[in-house]
């Protein structure tokens, strides 16, 4: 039996989200070839990867041998695409960019590789729950633009605004120049602690550390501490500068217990937590080591740490609440041993149990058991001691009279059956 294949995509607009964090995903409907209708939620920076990881995989269609040879369509790079194209001219780039993408020859448009991208996944039929002070909103494409084939937003993006604690120098093409009480709007807030932002008609990347929102010192959208953790893989080393940092080696397996939103999680290996960059992170699993070792990080860097800001001048009268690492650790060991101690409690219940019969089948001459170790005497206090049964006639001494009548009845009818 052939396997399903994409024949369809339809673009049905984008929906912005504020868990974990704010980011934008698009939603498209993805029709199969045994006429089945999907839902998927994308990011853009997904798709593109996705992009490149096609584009590698045929670099005679993509044009990397002869760029007349070219049939895979463009699609432009998430940092240009904020800074270049309107929203409506981003969903009308990506709605063509998929009619062009299921167009292709079937030794593309059918590949492995394009069939797994476009697969439902258990977060596109669950998808994560509302943050209870943000709720997601929704912008589907116009009915009417739509069936003329042009994509359009039926209402604006509303975007967060921040402010510049102190004044950043960008140190590359990509990011922005900004100076301290500069209002900054985000667009995305990416988890490794770079946010993209737009001041005024400039637009970049920017540590989140530098920034702070405008109705108090803390983040409404940074979750809480998880103490049981989140196995994540360091893909690269990285020494401890600060004393409520942690070093690590590439390929060391750790516990993300905090994701914070200035890019710098609190990892916990062992009995120790620190601070590590997240960007050196990627989740535990064989694909995705992989795919992270294939990931070039060349030219970029983690953020700097709020710490570390010179002359930074917040306008709140209170610092943002920050647990120390001796909190972390300490709340971690009481983790741990709560949890050790519901996982031992069922385990010796059943070991008990497990004994029990065995003890009573080994003891059928009612003997009470005596310790291996130590005294003699000293009887073991796993189970209880079972008293020897009495003699018959010690129990027809103690008996009441009637009880005796009924035993001696019972005995003479046994003889005369006999």
């Not at 993209?196 to 983040?219: K, M, V």
């Not at 010179?310 to 972390?328: C, E, F, G, V």
């Not at 291996?372 to 206090?381: F, I, N, V």
Request: proline share 7%; hydrophobic share 30%; glycine share 4%.
């Amino acid at each position: 039996m052939e396997a399903s294949y994409v024949r369809h995509v339809e673009l049905f607009g984008f929906e912005k989200r504020s868990f974990p964090s704010q980011h934008y995903v698009y939603m498209l409907m993805v029709k199969w070839s045994d006429l089945s209708e999907k839902l998927i939620y994308r990011t853009y920076p997904e798709i593109h990867t996705f992009h490149k990881s096609l584009k590698e995989m045929f670099p005679i269609e993509s044009g990397e041998i002869e760029k007349k040879d070219r049939i895979i369509p463009s699609l432009p790079a998430p940092r240009w695409l904020i800074s270049e194209k309107s929203p409506e001219t981003r969903q009308s780039t990506l709605s063509e960019y998929c009619h062009s993408l299921i167009n292709l020859p079937p030794h593309i448009s059918r590949s492995k590789q394009l069939t797994n991208f476009f697969k439902v996944r258990p977060e596109d039929e669950n998808p994560p729950a509302l943050n209870p002070v943000k709720k997601s909103e929704t912008f589907v494409v116009n009915k009417e633009s739509y069936r003329g084939n042009v994509s359009e937003i039926s209402g604006p993006i509303i975007l967060d605004t921040y402010r510049v604690i102190a004044d950043f120098e960008k140190t590359s093409k990509h990011e922005i120049n900004l100076h301290t009480g500069d209002l900054v709007e985000i667009v995305e807030k990416n988890p490794n602690g770079w946010w993209f932002c737009q001041c005024e008609s400039n637009r970049g990347w920017i540590p989140a550390s530098y920034l702070e929102p405008l109705d108090g010192p803390d983040e409404a959208e940074e979750a809480d501490p998880d103490y049981e953790g989140e196995m994540h893989v360091s893909i690269r080393a990285y020494k401890a500068e600060l004393e409520d940092e942690i070093s690590l080696e590439s390929g060391e397996t750790v516990a993300v217990i905090h994701k914070l939103l200035d890019g710098w999680w609190v990892v916990r290996k062992g009995d120790e937590t620190g601070h590590f960059p997240s960007i050196f992170l990627h989740k535990a699993g064989k694909r995705e080591i992989y795919e992270a070792q294939r990931t070039n990080l060349q030219g970029q860097k983690p953020p700097p740490r709020r710490s570390t800001i010179r002359n930074a001048k917040s306008i709140h009268n209170k610092s943002r609440q920050r647990l120390s690492q001796d909190t972390y650790r300490r709340n971690s060991r009481r983790y741990l041993q709560q949890k050790g101690g519901r996982l031992a409690e069922p385990s010796k219940n059943s070991k008990t149990a497990a004994k029990s019969p065995l003890r009573e089948r080994k003891n059928q001459e009612n003997i009470p058991e005596q310790s291996t170790s130590g005294s003699e005497s000293e009887l073991k206090k796993d189970a209880p001691v079972i008293p020897p049964r009495p003699s018959p006639e010690l129990i027809l001494e103690r008996c009441s009279d009637n009880t005796c009548k009924r035993v001696s009845i019972h005995r003479s009818n046994s003889g005369s059956s006999k």
